[in-house]
């Protein structure tokens, strides 16, 4: 209901001066530079005075040239791959984890809850180091073949065909608290009365989640893909940790956080050139792929209240 | 579920176990208690000097960042929240979209700015960022609550003769505190644990961050896993210490951003 608007609430003009400092900030160091990285995509050169314009010859550049079309797609293709790990594992068992921990019979529950979250207060830095030394066989081999564990000493991290893999497990394994956390706060908010109902014809367990609470924190799980689906691609740190900024082994692990780094910033190896015009480029296709993904997923899963 | 919690505590066990063994015994002892507990890892990497200068340093911006991300924030939250008009309604959608959007993508442009700044290798760079970063929920979080609080109470306020800074001071800020702590931890994290800025910024050796400071020790220690670990252990420390004395708060923070109350 909307309140009376009298003569001394203060008009616009006055709430700028409020909102000034946030929207300095905001503006300067946000909304700016990702605008204007849009365009610098259109240029070549790394500094104002060495850029000209080249049109479009980044993106063709990107897509035509050999060496840049297989890392780009490299990249691109194995950024999906981890989204998918992640939202299958992730998300799935964080799902199962808070109805788990949403049981009125479960006990022990805050303990389970305090222990699922603490991976998610370290640095992703630390837990990609920490786990590169726990799946190195030279560490922990000759103990596992004493405890007739052998077939997993394997070099988990080096071989092509595991490293990712293992890498998108390692990201589950830390950020499982999110998703599990968050989903057991949608469930709680589930009203009382539509489960009740629910019991009173008679649904089981799996009718009443599939059928009552799984569509009522639709908007939960919306959110939570979203968030998934950004922050995947611009996952870089546990990549930087467990393997090097170049996605060891030749590339298998590299994602598009990792790929823009190179670019943009640090300069392929060997050289150690970034080129920031290309950098932009790539910057600017994800920012539109990010956009094609979390528009639609949210007009899908967010409802009006 | 008590499967997920050993898969969980497992590697966090070994992390701090080992870090207290010699080198040589991690390699035949992996997964047990050290026979000889071994402080020595400890004290040689807190006393090559470093380390606690990456701390000091964490601790400045972070804190700093807080402070002022939840000061601006809190200044824009009520305008927003008292302002009803398009234009209101405009900017603050503006402010979530931030939620969403990586600030990362625009890290070149950032680059440029920083450096053209000034700012580039001293820790002050990453304030400003973190404080973009930080808004939106701040935003987001704040206006909600503003918005609970009864407009009636105000308006007795400005009868009696107070100014709307009064107002916003005495009486909204300290309803509100509850939601300003949500906001700090939810902030705390990824600041605290933020290696991207930090890496494209900051090559200066007495200004990295705790995190950056560890990619460097890593490096430095290469194969003395059992020193590697200690310097996990020590940064991760610090915010495991905090989540667990304030774990529900914690947990609350975190959730506050995708689920509406």
Redesign the interface.
Known sequence: M??Q?NS???K?R??????L???F??V???????L??LR?GFFTGN??ATRSFIGFGNYVKLFTDETSRTRYWGAFGHTWYFFLINMVAQNC?GML?AV??TNPTMKGREF????????????????G???K??LNP???G??LVRMHLGFLARPWLGDQSTALTCVALISC?QW?G?PT??F???LR?IPEDCIEAADIEGANAWQTFWYVKYPMILP?VG??T??TF??N??A??VV?ATENVNGAPSYATDLI?TL??RI???GQHPIGIPD?GM??AI?TI??FV?MAG?VPMLKYTQRE? | ?VI??C???F??W??LI?SFKTRLT??????WIPRRWNFDNYRSVLREGDFLTYFKNSLIVVLLSLLLVL???S??A???S????K??HG?YL??IA?M??????????????VRSLGLLNTIWSLV??Y???G??IG?FVLTEFFREVP?ELT?AA??DGST?FRVFVTIMLPLVRPALATVAIYNL?PF??D??FPL?FINEESQKTL?LG??RL?GQYQTD?SK??AV?TL??IP??VL??SM?KQ??KG??AG????
């Open positions: 909307p309140k608007r001394i609430t203060p616009g006055y709430w700028i001066l409020y909102l400092p946030a929207l900030f905001y300067i160091f946000m909304a700016w530079p990702l204007d990285s610098l500094t104002p068992l984890f788990i921990l389970y809850q305090t222990v699922v979250f603490i991976p998610t207060t370290f640095a992703v830095l630390v837990t180091y920490l786990w030394l726990l030279v560490w922990c000759d103990t394994w499982m999110i956390m968050m057991v706060a949608a908010n939960v959110m939570i979203i968030l950004v922050n691609f611009n870089f740190d930087f956080g823009f780094y943009g910033i640090a920031a950098g932009a910057a994800t920012f990010l979390v209240a | 579920m997920w919690c898969i969980v505590l590697p966090i070994v992390l080992n991690i390699y035949t002892n992996p997964f000061i601006i924030s200044f824009a009520f305008a927003l008292n302002w009803r008009g234009t209101s900017l503006f402010f931030g969403m959007l990586p600030i990362k993508i625009a890290s070149i442009k950032l680059l440029e700015l400003p960022i404080i973009a970063m808004l939106p935003v407009h308006e400005i009868i709307y994290i605290w644990n290696l991207w494209i995190l560890v990619t890593f896993w590697v670990l996990l940064s991760a915010v495991l989540y667990l774990s914690f947990i975190v959730t995708a689920v509406k109350g």
